[in-house]
């Protein structure tokens, strides 16, 4: 069975400062994408960065990148240099099969709160 | 902006009532999924909408229905609510080319009294 396990309720960052939100998966299918999404309590996901597992570089967006480890099943993200508008929920998410993110498996996310 | 837009925002009904609620998506987006996201947790998938046809579901029983139509529309439609129904209700779609990003919209806020 497929999982998605975030482990941290919350996290406080200050401003300016790097953050590292974790997140570990379980699946034995070998093809699989991970992806995060930014939750504000307007309630809008907003796709943030997908990194597939045939992928040999992390994916990088901007502020956002990837740490993926294979072996271990980790696909953590590290947001830098932080801003205010950073604040809300992060959702890590999965897809299985080569035909992409028809439906995504999430956990059950982490809340950031940026510290000026 | 994603170009996903959701209707209604909010709306409140009572325990063995009927909903539905709409989603509209950009043009050219041919899959559409429906998630439900009770508070406090991440988004569970409902079902899939491809070319007008159902072809994915979650673990939601019979009374979670859809549609999907022509014009990139789709609906949401809960019978005999139940209040564990309470909960945001996210559309989301993609071109059926693309691997990655799914579009969400702000989503439909469902309480069920």
């Known amino acids: 069975a497929q999982k998605i396990t975030q482990t941290q309720p919350g996290m406080f960052v200050q401003e300016k400062e790097a953050v590292t939100l974790d997140c570990t998966y379980d699946?034995?299918?070998?093809?699989?994408?991970l992806f995060w999404y930014k939750q504000p309590s307007s309630g809008e996901m907003i796709f943030l960065i997908y990194q597939g597992s045939y992928d040999q570089q992390n994916a990088t967006e901007g502020r956002y990148s990837l740490n993926f480890q294979k072996a271990r099943k980790s696909a953590n993200l590290v947001i830098s240099a932080s801003q205010l508008g950073d604040s809300a929920m992060y959702f890590c998410?999965?897809?299985?099969?080569?035909?992409?993110?028809?439906?995504?498996?999430f956990g059950t996310g982490t809340r950031l709160t940026v510290i000026p | 902006e994603t170009g996903v837009t959701q209707s209604p925002t909010h709306l409140i009904k009572t325990r063995g009532q009927q909903v539905t609620l709409r989603c509209s998506s950009q043009s050219g987006h041919n899959t559409v999924s429906w998630y439900q996201q009770a508070l406090g947790q991440g988004p569970q998938f409902i079902f899939q909408?491809?070319?007008?046809?159902?072809?994915g579901r979650g673990n939601f029983p019979p009374r979670f229905s859809g549609l999907q139509f022509p014009n990139y529309s789709s609906e949401l439609n809960v019978n005999a609510l139940e209040l564990d129904d309470s909960a945001l209700y996210l559309c989301?779609?993609?071109?059926?080319?693309?691997?990655?990003?799914?579009?969400f919209g702000e989503g439909s806020r469902l309480t069920v009294l």
């Open positions: 909408y491809y070319r007008e046809e159902e072809n």
């Open positions: 989301a779609s993609k071109p059926l080319d693309n691997t990655g990003e799914l579009f």
């Open positions: 699946t034995s299918d070998p093809s699989y994408g």
């Open positions: 998410a999965m897809s299985f099969g080569r035909t992409g993110a028809n439906n995504l498996f």
